[in-house]
Nanobody, 123 residues
């Protein structure tokens, strides 16, 4: 059973920093694209950072220069370093990844989501 588990969320003051982690576990052959998304109350889920298996990254303008995504392929883990946090960054943060793993005894490529971790930035 492949799963993603996030950690590192919490309460931080405006201007502060947090580092989120997301570890993939289970019978994994390889991991492709890895992303972080967030969803604030009453809003749609949005992409905040993406990284390819080769390390290429992409960010929306709203977080560019403040957030940094990275990955450790040996640990099947993706990170999100968040600096200069603003109140509007408050949301539940989810990791998302395309993973080649064993599903019901077969090797399959599937998209997985973590359970989410709350980030609250006080103004």
């Amino acid at each position: 059973q492949v799963q993603l588990v996030e950690s590192g969320g919490g309460l931080v003051q405006s201007g502060g920093s947090l580092r989120l982690s997301c570890a993939a576990s289970g019978s994994i052959f390889s991991i492709g694209r890895m992303e972080w998304h967030r969803q604030a109350p009453g809003k749609q889920r949005e992409l905040v950072a993406a990284i390819t298996s080769g390390g290429n990254t992409n960010y929306p303008d709203s977080v560019k220069g403040r957030f940094t995504i990275s990955r450790d392929n040996a640990k099947n883990t993706v990170y999100l370093q968040m600096n200069s946090l603003k109140h509007e960054d408050t949301a539940v943060y989810y990791c998302n990844a395309d993973i080649w793993g064993v599903v019901a005894g077969n090797k399959r490529l599937m998209e997985y989501w973590g359970q989410g971790t709350q980030v609250t930035v006080s103004s």
